[in-house]
């Protein structure tokens, strides 16, 4: 699952489906899940992943084939994320709010 080192801008779906050892459909997949992956388009309709894709991409990979969550839960942990990168820059109660309502959803699929 490593990237290579190469220094390009933008990855074509079959190299970035090769890097993850997944097929490219479920990269198709993922984008229609998952929000925050919004890969650009050429004018012939060629999915162009950028680094910051790439990432994300790497992130659910490591989620759904790693940490064996579902779908849901992967969405769930990458909105967690993304609300501590902006609560980290706010408001830390928010942060802290946000942490319990996490914990206590996950005590109630726990019981």
Known sequence: MSVAAS???????????????????????????????????TKTGQRLYSRRDLELLQEIYRLLYIQKLTIAGAKARLSLTGKKKHAAAGDSAELVQTVCHELKELRKLLQ
Not at 11 to 16: C, D, L, P, R, S
Not at 18 to 34: A, D, G, H, I
């Open 7 to 41: 220094e390009k801008l933008y990855y074509k779906i079959g190299e970035v489906a090769e890097m993850l050892k997944v097929n490219s459909s479920v990269l198709r997949f993922w984008e229609t899940q998952f929000t925050q992956l919004s890969p650009s388009k």
